[in-house]
């Protein structure tokens, strides 16, 4: 069973940085998906990045440019660097993660959570 531990979390000004980190226990990085989520009070979660089997990283239009995900193969670690922070960014964070079914692709059902970490952006 693949766990995740977020962290990294915290509360920034406007315009400031923070960079989320995931690491994840029995973490076969061959075998499955990671992305990052992210759920603001009274809204819907969304999306923010992920990476997909072949390496593919895709980015919600909000995040584009500002946001950007990687990982550490060595240490079993998902990051997410968030820059230029904006209070719109105020949420919840999660990563996840997709096992990989057939035909070697992801199929978008993130079935393991980690517990989340805030992210507090002030004006």
């Known amino acids: 069973q693949v766990q995740l531990v977020e962290s990294g979390g915290g509360s920034v000004q406007a315009g400031g940085s923070l960079r989320l980190s995931c690491a994840a226990s029995?973490?076969?990085?061959?075998?499955?998906?990671m992305a990052w989520f992210r759920q603001a009070p009274g809204k819907e979660r969304e999306g923010v990045a992920n990476i997909d089997s072949d390496g593919t990283i895709t980015y919600a239009d909000s995040v584009k440019g500002r946001f950007t995900i990687s990982q550490d193969y060595v240490k079993h670690i998902l990051y997410l660097q968030m820059n230029s922070l904006k209070p719109e960014d105020t949420a919840m964070y999660y990563c996840?993660?997709?096992?990989?079914?057939?035909?070697?692709?992801?199929?978008?059902?993130?079935?393991?959570w980690g517990q989340g970490t805030q992210v507090t952006v002030s004006s």
């Open positions: 029995a973490y076969l990085y061959s075998k499955y998906c």
């Open positions: 996840a993660a997709d096992k990989i079914g057939p035909g070697g692709y992801c199929y978008g059902q993130y079935d393991v």
